[in-house]
């Protein structure tokens, strides 16, 4: 498992792209849809890792209660579902493996309660 990303919860993900873009001089790497929302992910044109800039509007239904004034890590992994297994073995609460607005993910929890994503 490596850091993938961290996910920043934003009210405008156009103008927040463009401050990260215009203004700090990162560049926009990849851009997805969900549900009618865009998701910009941005970082420096020479990194592996950046944010990506998750529409508040998108997570209203939030099902996993994630708390969204704080951002999000979601670490990148080539088997899901090994990874989960290694996890819950270790006694880490996960969720299952599924499909969560076009991106294959599962989540888990710390000991204090903070959920952190794994995307495949």
Known sequence: MQVGFV???VTD?????????DQVGMVEKK???AAGFVIPLVDFADQ???FQLVPLALMQDNPDKLDLASPSIC????????TRAGL?????????VGDHHGMRNFAFCDNEGR?????G
């Open 7 to 9: 996910v920043l919860y």
């Open 13 to 21: 993900a156009e103008a927040c792209s463009r401050f990260w873009v």
């Open 31 to 33: 851009r997805e849809e």
């Open 48 to 50: 592996a890792f950046g």
């Open 75 to 82: 670490f990148q992994s080539a088997d899901l579902e090994a």
């Open 88 to 96: 819950v073995a270790r006694g880490v609460n996960a969720t299952e």
């Open 115 to 119: 959920w952190f994503a794994v995307a």
